[in-house]
């Protein structure tokens, strides 16, 4: 997921399977203030507006909505104009598009998300190497919106909000996720694929990522104020999640071989 700066014009990122790209265009945000968005959907293998684009489009602030989500719509020219008013004050915004057809055919549903910040006590600048990172992200969680089938799914918005909200509040927590990317985003896409191709799983999935989520819910009931609270809560939960995918397993099969043996 790319965060976007309040003191930025553009930014363009591609959908799931980089059928399109989209591209946003605004002025500087304030809070309570009607903004209009520029949105164009682009042909990436010809770099012009694509036109006759069916889309669905909203806005939300820590899973609460601000704009949308719209009914299915059609732009037949391939660029809008929004106004929408971010008046849940300053903070992360989540814009989120579902593209569903282009030249009046039906395409199988790709996502795609942007963060905005809005407020200047909320901007901070992305150095060139971040912006790099993020790039190669495409815009989201890839394995939780393959498993849950979109980015707006309440698992995937959970997944967000603690990232946002919570863990890149902190500068351990920062460090955590720069090392976190580099190594989720090594197999994630093939593994969101994977989960495309063969439904069963993507169920199996479902059930290996709900313990987890539970898990990190935990962390939306508790105040973290400072680094050694998040480097606390943080290991705790680590260690809880490791003791229920390897600990609980280990020694369920512990025990299946000391019963066979007997």
């Given amino acids: 997921m790319l965060t976007v700066p309040a003191f930025a014009e553009t930014q363009t990122l591609p959908t799931e399977k980089n059928t399109l790209d989209v591209k946003l265009t605004y002025d500087e945000i304030e809070p309570g203030v009607q903004t209009k968005i520029g949105i164009d959907f682009i042909n990436p293998q010809t770099q012009k507006i ?30 809008v104009k929004i106004p929408i008013e971010f008046n849940l004050g300053e903070g992360i915004y989540s814009m989120d598009f579902e593209i569903e057809g282009i030249l009046f055919q039906p395409i199988p549903k790709e996502s795609v998300s942007f963060d905005i910040l809005v407020g200047e006590a909320n901007a901070q600048p992305i150095t060139p190497i971040e912006n790099e990172k993020l790039d190669g992200e495409n815009g989201g969680c890839l394995i939780a919106t393959a498993t849950f089938g979109s980015e707006m799914a309440p698992q995937v918005q959970q997944l967000r909000e603690l990232r946002d909200n919570t863990i890149l509040k902190t500068n351990s927590g920062m ?14 896409p093939a593994v969101a694929d994977f989960e495309r191709e063969q439904p069963f799983f993507k169920e199996v999935m479902k059930v290996t990522l709900t313990p987890m989520l539970s898990s990190l819910s935990l962390l939306n009931h508790v105040d973290i104020d400072s680094e050694q609270e998040m480097l606390g809560y943080g290991i705790s939960v680590v260690l809880l999640n490791l003791g229920m995918y390897i600990g609980i397993p280990a020694f369920g099969i512990l025990r299946l071989y000391q019963f066979r043996k007997n």
């Fill in 175 to 188: 460090a955590f996720m720069t090392v976190f990317n580099q190594f989720y985003y090594s197999f994630s």
């Fill in 50 to 79: 694509q036109e006759h684009i069916d889309y669905t489009v909203a806005v939300s602030k820590d899973g609460e909505n601000v704009f949308g989500p719209i009914p299915l719509t059609h732009t037949s020219v391939g660029s």
